[in-house]
């Protein structure tokens, strides 16, 4: 892959949570036309190909895009009234109050809707092929990291300062979450989970940098070449853990325990187990992080845990969501829920439209039914199972390398996603989706070894 085509991923990721992650469509395109053109350039001069990650999860990919592509074509009336009788009722009784004749319609309530969805999804997936592939490339993993370091620290240096001044808005949007920890993002619970994906890479990156083959004496390791970037890599791990607690996101600060557990544990699994400076270098940060919270203080975060009707208004709208699952076994189409969901609230009583089930599984669940919902789940543990295979691989090829320990904290980063994603909706935020893809895609490659890396 061209050293430019690798720029440009870099800036790509390194850009897209800056504005409200990317929330907005009138920035999303942007980014989704600079993936495009990227892997165009890529495929172009063969550095990238379709059938190069295999025959996994790779293909689970395609059907689940050829699935919410079919959702999105005209169908004939008597097949639609066979994959979905509500959606084909519903257009009966409306050409007989419009009085016109009968025409072709999707299962998708909202093509337009729907097919932006889909482009957007496209989008991610080839990022992750991009970034599987750059992977490959000496040097690429290691700006990688170095860059989502950068990106993290700076988002949540930002969001102390937000939780420190409350008055603090979000380049200048001061509706919401004042006081809490949110970066760049307008939502805390989309921070909590960018940060949850990028901490665990940096992590991985600090412990590569430890020449672990050895047995080192303390005076030898503040000597080592590496340790003040070391000591910054720290320093920016812990900024990073505090501005996650005081986004005071319940389920992203359960994200980061539980991120925390599945580093350890990729880590056991793979043979490389974590020595005796590993613990006690996590000590001194735990201790470091009850200084700092003592200092700001944790009663808000303590008072938000016992909030519960949040949780049960979550509950109510779950509840209309699978009122909509069960009319349309088959989906609403990608983006649709949106659309539908006003028909169906019942439990969940507002004057004003939910646009997220609050559950990435569930509105996936609703969007492109029980087939999309069956490929794209089932791949993604396709990708975590092998993806720890690939990791204890990797360490039996290459032991102590910068592939192996980067493809440990990507890996956790999608355990902790993908625990939040139960809760919120992280991956309806496009620049969190590209990082989830990003993180794929790392983890996709973290098995194959270049020679110079063994």
């Keep these: 892959m061209m050293k430019v085509e690798r720029i440009a991923l870099l800036v790509i990721l390194g850009t897209a949570p800056v504005i409200f992650g990317a929330v907005q469509p009138w920035i999303w395109v ?3 036309a600079a993936v495009f053109l990227t892997f165009l350039a890529a495929y172009w001069r063969k550095a990238v190909r379709f059938r190069d990650n295999g025959l996994g999860a790779v293909w689970v990919a395609y059907l689940f895009l050829a699935w919410t592509l079919f959702q999105i074509i005209p169908l004939p009336e008597g097949l639609l009234v066979q994959v979905s009788p509500y959606r084909a009722d519903l257009l009966d009784k409306a050409r007989d109050l419009a009085g016109v004749t009968d025409v072709w319609r999707s299962i998708a309530y909202g093509r337009r809707i729907a097919l932006q969805q889909w482009i957007l999804w496209l989008a991610a997936f080839l990022l992750a092929m991009l970034v599987a592939r750059a992977c490959q490339e000496r040097g690429f993993l290691t700006r990688l990291a170095a860059m989502l370091l950068v990106v993290g620290g700076l988002e949540a240096v930002y969001g102390l300062v937000q939780a420190m001044i409350p008055t ?5 949007h001061t509706q919401y979450y004042l006081g809490d920890a949110r970066g760049t993002y307008i939502n805390r619970n989309h921070f909590a989970g960018m940060m949850e994906m990028i901490w665990p890479v940096g992590l991985g990156y600090l412990l590569s940098l430890s020449p672990w083959h050895e047995k080192l004496k303390l005076k030898h390791l503040i000597n080592a070449d590496d340790f003040n970037r070391q000591l910054l890599i720290a320093i920016a791990l812990v900024v990073m853990f505090l501005a996650q607690i005081f986004s005071r996101s319940r389920a992203g600060i359960g994200g980061l325990i539980l991120g925390f557990a599945a580093f350890v544990g990729a880590m056991t699994f793979s043979g490389a187990g974590l020595k005796k400076g590993f613990w006690i270098g996590t000590g001194v940060g735990v201790a470091l992080l009850g200084l700092y919270c003592a200092q700001i203080g944790l009663d ?11 949780i049960n208004s979550r509950i109510d709208i779950w509840k209309d969501a699978w009122a909509i699952v069960a009319q349309h076994p088959w989906g609403v189409g990608p983006g649709n829920y949106q659309v539908v969901e006003p028909i169906f609230k019942v439990h969940f009583q507002s004057n004003t439209v939910t646009y997220h089930t609050h559950n990435d599984y569930l509105q996936l669940l609703v969007e492109t039914g029980w087939p999309g919902f069956l490929l794209l789940t089932s791949g993604f543990f396709y990708v ?3 993806g720890l295979v690939r990791l204890r691989q990797s360490f039996k090829q290459a032991g102590y390398s910068t592939r192996f320990f980067v493809g440990a904290g990507a890996w956790s980063g999608l355990v902790s996603l993908a625990w939040h994603s139960y809760f919120d909706f992280n991956l309806q935020i496009p620049a969190n989706l590209f990082y989830f893809a990003m993180l794929v895609g790392v983890v996709c490659s ?3 070894q270049r020679t110079e890396d063994r």
């Design 168 to 172: 603090t808005g979000v380049l200048g």
């Design 384 to 386: 975590l199972v092998r």
């Design 446 to 448: 973290s098995g194959r």
């Design 300 to 310: 808000n975060v303590i008072a938000r845990f016992m909030q519960l009707d949040e």
């Design 30 to 32: 942007w980014y989704v």
